[in-house]
């Protein structure tokens, strides 16, 4: 069963970085992909940002320059290195896949992706 457990959310001041993880596990899949999404209260789920197994990365525009998406060598942990972060990135953060496809999916079809619990980022002004 597909299990992704996302951690190093935090809180931090605007301008500041941080690095969240999503480890994975319950697949092998030569085809997936892998996404980070999130959502601020009130707000409804917005992408991120995704990774397919191909290697190819796509970004919402408002956090591209500032955001990087990836993934360790095994292919078992993505990562989304977050700076320049500013109040407008507050949000819970939640890790995301795709198995047997590549992100086509990513950002509007929800409903095809496997979800971790998420993890809370909080950037103060």
């Known amino acids: 069963q597909v299990q992704l457990v996302e951690s190093g959310g935090d809180s931090v001041q605007a301008g500041g970085s941080l690095r969240l993880s999503c480890a994975a596990s319950?697949?092998?899949?030569?085809?997936?992909?892998m996404a980070w999404f999130r959502q601020a209260p009130g707000k409804e789920r917005e992408g991120v940002a995704a990774?397919?197994?191909?290697?190819?990365?796509s970004y919402v525009d408002s956090v591209k320059g500032r955001f990087t998406i990836s993934q360790d060598n095994a292919k078992t942990t993505l990562y989304l290195q977050m700076n320049s972060l500013q109040p407008e990135d507050t949000a819970t953060y939640y890790c995301?896949?795709?198995?047997?496809?590549?992100?086509?999916?990513?950002?509007?079809?929800?409903?095809?992706?496997?979800w971790g619990k998420g993890t809370l980022v909080t950037i103060s002004s």
């Open positions: 319950g697949f092998t899949s030569r085809k997936y992909c």
């Open positions: 990774a397919d197994a191909r290697g190819r990365t």
């Open positions: 995301a896949v795709v198995v047997d496809d590549y992100c086509y999916a990513f950002p509007s079809r929800v409903d095809m992706f496997y």
